[in-house]
């Protein structure tokens, strides 16, 4: 673990995903965290982050599932996400074709009590879980959005066995119609 400036860098048993704890002052006021930092952030997340797109999304029911979502290359992108409100169960599926942990996924809490962010290399699909109602997330992203390179894999593809901690509540038409995992998926 590795202490950079206002940001921590947490690895992963998965290679170049990693987790972001922030630490926060506080007073009578209330308290002050950094979301982000391209200098803190540097080589985290394998390149250097530099901000395209954010995006800010809210979901209402506890065991939502939204995702699982990654861009085609050559559109990958890298994402820092942070939850706002609420609680998630946030999931990263290394698709990064000769890895080491090729379809393996890995899961954390991001919450705004324990202000931990997952920093998702390209390679990756990302998705969540909410534990709670109303649960906010923002998503910095290092690419503007293609829907042209939009790809996805179905949350419930039992290829992947993702502990989803609740039973679903909501997933989209959309998320539901992504292609489950067969023989003649060899990543990205």
Not at 2 to 18: F, K, Q, S, V, Y
Not at 25 to 33: I, L, T
Request: glycine share 10%; hydrophobic share 40%.
């Amino acid at each position: 673990m590795t202490t950079m400036g206002r940001l921590r860098i947490c690895p992963t048993p998965l290679d170049g995903l990693t987790v972001v704890e922030r630490s926060v002052d506080e007073d009578e006021r209330g308290h002050f965290s950094r979301l982000f930092c391209a200098e803190e952030l540097r080589g985290a997340g394998g390149e250097p982050f530099a901000v395209a797109q954010i995006n800010h999304s809210v979901t209402e029911r506890a065991g939502s599932v939204r995702g699982l979502h990654f861009q085609w290359p050559p559109h990958g992108e890298t994402k820092l996400v942070s939850c706002l409100r609420g609680a998630v169960f946030d999931v990263a599926v290394d698709l990064r074709r000769g890895s080491p942990t090729f379809l393996r996924w890995h899961g954390e809490v991001l919450s705004r009590e324990n202000r931990r962010a997952a920093l998702i290399p390209e390679g990756f699909a990302h998705g969540f879980q909410t534990l709670e109602p109303g649960c906010e997330l923002i998503y910095v992203h290092s690419r503007a959005y293609d829907p042209s390179a939009e790809g996805g894999l179905d949350p419930a593809d039992t290829a992947l066995a993702i502990a989803w901690p609740l039973p679903f509540a909501d997933v989209s038409a959309r998320d539901r119609g992504h292609p489950r995992i067969g023989p003649a998926f060899v990543g990205l």
